[in-house]
T-cell receptor, first 116, second 112 residues
Framework: DAGVIQSPRHEVTEMGQEVTLRCKPI?????LFWYRQTMMRGLELLIY????????DSGMPEDRFSAKMPNASFSTLKIQPSEPRDSAVYFC??????????????FGPGTRLLVL | GNSVTQMEGPVTLSEEAFLTINCTYT??????LFWYVQYPGEGLQLLLK?????DKGSNKGFEATYRKETTSFHLEKGSVQVSDSAVYFC???????????FGIGTKLQVIP
């Protein structure tokens, strides 16, 4: 398996522009997570999905952020309008719900976003 | 709520030194415990895990034992290598939920 795939790997944009980050989870995984990583705040969970349905979006910073999962093999995280404080590395991860404790999350390589 | 506390870095060690990174947790119920590692420019990947008390997780020479009485899951390695330089995250999940609570991460730098 190719693992979790994210695109683009790097994104540089200007303040006010719309940014769309994409993720393809590992085939067969039921859960998909979006995280943001910064030096100041560490690793933050933004939102996660189970079987394409958003379960917890309490980590989404504000209305400028939105996430969708139209099918089991694709998810997007959109920022509109973007601001310089959104600059971070955004990770997508997926996991399998097997009913056992301690399922592993598999992370993608991340998208490094810089908003000027 | 759930929380994970780990030592702040950076930790700088010479090659072949002994490594300990402390991790303690607070959780409802009986959590599963993890150590994830992040190499420069990459995403996190699972290093080891333990799902019940007294279990020992191990991988690549790293070990951690689930200590319920002290609510700890300290990471150890007997002899570190330069290639172990990375950021290490302690984490937990509870019940059947897949949501994972991560610590702040500890940066390890190993010098030759």
């Amino acid at each position: 398996d190719a693992g979790v795939i994210q695109s683009p790997r790097h994104e540089v944009t200007e303040m006010g522009q719309e940014v769309t980050l994409r993720c393809k989870p590992i085939s067969g995984h039921d859960y998909l997570f979006w995280y943001r990583q910064t030096m100041m705040r560490g690793l933050e969970l933004l939102i996660y999905f189970n079987n394409n349905v958003p379960i917890d979006d309490s980590g989404m910073p504000e209305d400028r952020f939105s996430a969708k999962m139209p099918n089991a093999s694709f998810s997007t995280l959109k920022i509109q309008p973007s601001e310089p404080r959104d600059s971070a590395v955004y990770f997508c991860a997926s996991s399998l719900r097997s009913g056992r404790a301690g399922e592993t999350q598999y992370f993608g390589p991340g998208t490094r976003l810089l908003v000027l | 709520g759930n929380s994970v506390t780990q030592m702040e870095g950076p930790v700088t060690l010479s090659e072949e030194a002994f490594l300990t990174i402390n991790c303690t947790y607070t959780a409802t119920g009986y959590p599963s415990l993890f150590w994830y590692v992040q190499y420069p420019g990459e995403g996190l990947q699972l290093l080891l895990k333990a799902t019940k008390a007294d279990d020992k997780g191990s991988n690549k020479g790293f070990e951690a034992t689930y200590r319920k009485e002290t609510t700890s899951f300290h990471l150890e390695k007997g002899s570190v290598q330069v290639s172990d330089s990375a950021v290490y995250f302690c984490a937990l999940s509870t019940g059947g939920y897949q949501k994972v609570t991560f610590g702040i991460g500890t940066k390890l730098q190993v010098i030759p």
